[in-house]
């Protein structure tokens, strides 16, 4: 198969599921690693994909990829960043738990807690904690996206503005070279402003590769959370806002 070919082929996979593997691209073209790693390295000079380790994505500012794909994208930095977190929240804490494959991943960290209570308008949140008999899980009414069960619209929003919890907990899809964190879906992000201006601190749980991702709608800015949770150190610019307005950094590995 020619170079164009197998490039082509290549983008109507990552159309269909978001996300693919080195290894799977490896399986499915029958060409060598390397040969599959300068694929993507040209097509992400192209603008056309965006490079992951182990893998790629498509490049869009519209659509986030596939739930099935997020979960397992970056899986083990998410979970050295769900302990980073879960070892900030004491025993007996409020907590608001937001969307997300990264707050998931919080959320089974906490597991080794006692006596929270939370509030989440992810399903996939509420089914993790409803393990523990001693925690309080409260689930936000409203319209449950069927692709990631996230659960949104104004009653959501409504639900969250009755109460005021010790710490927000969110995620976000990207986080732009000045600090504009940045999401995919409107909708979802009335409800993380929400969180955002009902906790008394705000933690952000985002892996590297959401630094530079593009995404259109403009939640806020890293300025109004008190701490972000990352796996590598941000761009400089980021670093610096974060120092001038105090916001703590924590690189979990």
């Known amino acids: ?17 978001g996300f693919a593997s080195t290894e799977d691209l490896v399986a499915q073209f029958e060409v060598s690693p390397q040969t599959i ?17 182990g893998g790629a994505s498509l ?13 397992v994208m970056y899986a083990r930095e998410k979970e050295s960043i769900g302990k980073a977190i879960a070892a900030q929240i004491p025993d007996g804490a409020s ?3 937001d ?19 939370v509030i989440t308008n992810n399903i996939h949140v509420a089914s993790i904690l409803s393990q523990k008999e001693d925690f309080t899980v ?27 919890t010790d710490f927000g907990i969110i995620g976000i899809s990207g986080i732009d070279t000045d600090g504009s964190l940045l999401e995919f879906d409107y909708h979802e992000v ?19 590769s959401k630094f530079g991702r593009n995404a259109m709608v403009n939640m806020g800015n890293i300025t109004q959370v008190s701490a972000l949770f990352t796996d590598q150190s941000p761009p400089s610019t980021v670093l610096k806002l974060m120092e001038a307005n105090q916001v703590a950094c924590y690189i979990c590995s």
Request: aromatic share 4%; charged share 25%.
């Open 1 to 17: 198969m020619k170079q164009t070919q197998r490039h082509q082929q290549i983008l109507e996979m990552l159309k269909l599921k």
């Open 37 to 53: 790693r300068r694929d993507l390295n040209d097509l992400a000079e192209q603008n056309s994909i965006r490079r992951h380790h």
């Open 59 to 71: 490049m869009s500012s519209t659509v986030n990829a596939a739930y099935d794909s997020r979960k």
């Open 95 to 97: 907590l608001f738990i």
């Open 99 to 117: 969307i997300g494959t990264t707050t998931e991943a919080v959320a089974r960290a906490l597991l080794e807690h006692n006596e929270l209570r």
């Open 138 to 164: 409260i689930i936000a009414g409203g319209e449950v996206r069927n692709r990631d069960g996230g659960i949104v619209g104004e009653a959501t929003r409504d639900f969250v503005q009755q109460f005021r």
């Open 190 to 208: 009335r409800i993380a402003q929400a969180i955002i201006n009902n906790s008394r601190q705000v933690l952000l749980a985002a892996d590297h």
